[in-house]
């Protein structure tokens, strides 16, 4: 086997936001860190999942990383087919257009994501127009190719979004997302708006299309179910850090963070039969504003000791490619994901 | 570098809509015009709006007298109505009016007008007139409607030096109607190019320019105008007051507009489709003028619509107070300073007929503004 060749290095990435006081006119304002020296490695061809609560910084996070927002300091370091290794958020001018378009991202919103004023042909063609000096037939023969892939009617393409149900909008903004052929994908919150059952066949068109292009998704999700089943890594954000990064079985199967095993254990179970033993977050989510000291979770974990409160627990490796930030990560015993299946198997 | 890979197939049709009303197929454009064609009130205004401004551009024609004629014989005349029967009970096909004979009232011995029955005149079309120059091009002396001298027709009766009032109300048109469309033009210019730089920029430069706007909106109009209009210097030809006018206006009117566009450019660039192209390598001048611009142009329509009356009230405001347009070029606000009196107001009334077309105007522009609001509201049903 070949040595994982990397395709992204996000290093130290942060992001603060300005947040306006409505009664100081000169105090300065304040500001909220929702994204803490975030930094991972994405393997070429995986699917690297991010999950969290709300407001945990996922979004934030992938809008960063495809420059659809400015992060405020880090770097994403992005190895290119040819092994050149370019900072991707430094980017600038005509010749970042090369790159700019191999990292593409789906939106969770179909409806909002689509312009209403073009017809589909021509949402599906801009990012083609736009990096590419195409003749108006290959512009239609490339369209027409991937509305196929992506499983629309190529005879519909003249239509306005709003002709079109949700999940074949989300077809329509697979196939924009397609059309530059990018390396990279991130897909936020890609099927949450969506019906279980659509949401079933989009995720197999994203794996297809994984297969036949060899596409690197950084997959953003709350579903843990949709996660399980997809990916190959999986990263656990909590107030705008990683508290857990491992390989998808060995984080459900046995997790090390007690966020991440409060998270499973609200996995919807298929079987009424299984008993349930739901662990029940007290509290609320921190204030993002002005964090709790030490471990950001310590407020609302079960386990915490003095420890936690004091000091905070850098990420660090527990098991093979398992990284978790916690103190007792290698004393705890937390419980993974029942999954009928795996233990059959 | 990896190619999607071809294979061999039918080569599929994009299918182009032929001429239907397919509502899958229509753009947003489309969909407001279906959505517009159901407002009646819209359309009988639009259609109300096209006839006053098809007169205004042929008011020269379609008055029966020009802007100099006047005649002291004639002063204060009440409107006269075209007749088919006469005196004697006899039908005419064409209609006339009887001349007039100038009495004095035997009580008030107010000068009074009482019909001579024995002198007809029949209305008649394209009559010669007073000379003027068609569209401002050709030299001609024909006139739509009128009587054969020494006939005088006065529909709408006439003002205090004799001069008729329908002619003058249609020769003011030109004026009234055309100055809130300029000027709202101006200020769309400047409000989109200021308020565009406002809402996609932001930062420490929308502050400013907020403040500006602020400042420039809580001046009260009224000394406004009067300061503005006595740096115009008098005796200035009529076109170049025309433009010093339309200048005040816009220079107040731009501020409502430069808002909305403000306010549109906010919202739509932190749309996702709009980062969607961002993302994609888009352009910022073409995601300005492919995304931006068509996601609040049906605003803008609606918004400078309703932005006229506000002018044509304006205008006619500042003519009747005389800060505006002045004579010897005429515009409803003009023709309205001659109401100020109370004593014409009891005596004449006809002298209020300006005030109904204004009234008009700014109704018909009302209802207009309301039905292409509703109809570029997408989410009304």
Not at chain 2, 353 to 361: E, K, N, Q
Request: hydrophobic letters at 40%; one cysteine or more.
């Amino acid at each position: 086997m070949t040595k994982p060749k990397p395709i992204l290095d996000v290093i130290d990435m942060n992001k603060d936001f300005q947040v306006k006081s409505k009664t100081a006119l000169f105090r300065k304002p304040a500001s909220v860190q929702v994204l803490n020296q975030i930094s991972f490695e994405l393997i070429e061809g995986e699917t690297l999942s991010i999950v969290g609560e709300s407001g945990c910084g996922k979004t934030t996070l992938g809008r960063c990383i495809v420059r659809g927002m400015d992060a405020s300091s880090g770097q994403v370091i992005y190895h290119t087919e040819d092994g050149q290794q370019i900072d991707f958020l430094k980017l600038k001018g005509k010749g970042s257009k090369t790159y700019r378009r191999e990292i593409q991202m789906i939106f969770q919103d179909p409806y909002s994501s689509l312009s209403p004023r073009m017809s589909v042909f021509d949402i599906i063609s801009e990012p083609l127009i736009a990096n590419f000096k195409l003749s108006k037939a290959e512009v239609e023969e490339k369209v027409t190719l991937i509305a196929e892939k992506t499983g629309l009617n190529v005879s519909y393409l003249r239509r306005y979004p709003h002709a079109f149900s949700g999940g074949q909008r989300q077809r329509i903004a697979i196939a924009r997302a397609l059309i530059t052929q990018p390396r990279l994908i991130v897909c936020d919150e890609a099927v949450s708006a969506l019906d279980v059952s659509i949401q079933a066949q989009i995720i197999n068109l994203l794996k297809d299309l994984q297969e036949q292009f060899r596409i690197t998704y950084i997959f953003i999700s709350h579903d843990l179910s949709i996660v399980q089943n997809i990916s190959d890594r999986v990263a656990v954000m909590h107030l705008g850090r990683i508290v857990e990064l491992a390989a998808s079985e060995s984080l459900f199967g046995q997790p090390r963070h007690p966020y991440t095993e409060a998270l499973m254990s609200a996995v919807p179970q298929p079987d009424p039969e299984l008993k349930k033993n739901r662990i029940i977050l007290e509290g609320e989510v921190p204030n993002p504003a002005n964090p709790p000291s030490g471990c950001h979770f310590h407020p609302r974990c079960a386990y915490r000791t003095e420890k936690c409160v004091k000091e905070v627990p850098e990420l660090r490796e527990v098991g093979y490619n398992h990284f978790t930030a916690c103190h007792y990560a290698e004393e705890l015993k937390l419980k993974g994901v029942h999954n009928e299946l795996a233990d059959e198997a | 570098m990896r190619t999607i890979p071809a294979f061999k197939r039918q080569k599929p049709e994009t299918l182009r809509p032929k001429k239907n009303t397919d509502a899958n197929y229509s753009s947003q454009w489309r969909l407001m015009y279906l959505r517009f064609k159901k407002h009646k009130l819209a359309q009988i205004s639009l259609f109300i709006l096209a006839l006053l401004y098809t007169v205004a551009l042929f008011a020269q024609f379609i008055a029966p007298y020009g802007l100099q004629s006047y005649d002291s014989k004639y002063v204060n005349v009440p409107p006269m109505g075209f007749k088919f029967i006469d005196a004697d009970g006899k039908f005419h096909i064409k209609p006339f009016v009887y001349e007039l004979k100038s009495t004095r009232d035997p009580e008030t011995m107010r000068k009074i007008f009482v019909p001579d029955t024995e002198k007809r005149h029949s209305l008649q079309f394209f009559v010669k007139g007073e000379e003027y120059k068609f569209l401002g091009l050709i030299k001609t002396s024909t006139h739509l409607i009128g009587v054969k001298e020494p006939g005088r027709v006065f529909l709408l009766g006439t003002d205090g030096m004799g001069r008729d009032l329908f002619s003058r109300i249609i020769l003011g048109s030109q004026i009234s109607l055309s100055i809130p469309l300029v000027g709202v033009g101006i200020s769309l210019v400047i409000g989109l190019i200021i308020g565009g730089i406002s809402g996609y920029f932001g930062g420490w430069l929308d502050s400013i320019i907020q403040r500006v706007i602020e400042i420039i909106r809580s001046f009260p109009t009224l000394p406004l105008w009067m300061a503005l209009s006595a740096a115009i210097p008098p005796r200035i030809p009529v076109v170049t007051m025309y433009l010093y006018i339309v200048i005040i206006f816009a220079f107040i009117g731009w501020t409502d507009l430069a808002r909305v566009v403000r306010g549109k450019f906010i919202s739509l660039k932190n749309e996702d489709y709009v980062i969607a192209a961002k993302i994609a390598g888009v352009g910022s001048t073409k995601i300005i003028i492919k995304h931006l611009l068509p996601g609040f142009i049906s605003y803008l329509v609606v918004a400078t619509t309703l932005a006229i009356p506000g002018m044509i009230l304006a205008e006619t405001a500042m003519s009747f107070l005389g800060l505006g347009i002045r004579s010897p070029a005429t515009s409803w606000g003009v023709l309205l300073q001659e109401a100020q009196k109370i004593e014409n107001v009891a005596l004449y009334p006809w002298k209020l007929f300006p005030l109904g077309i204004v009234i008009l105007t700014v109704l018909t522009y009302n209802f207009l503004g309301d039905g292409l609001r509703d109809a570029a509201d997408p989410y009304k049903k």
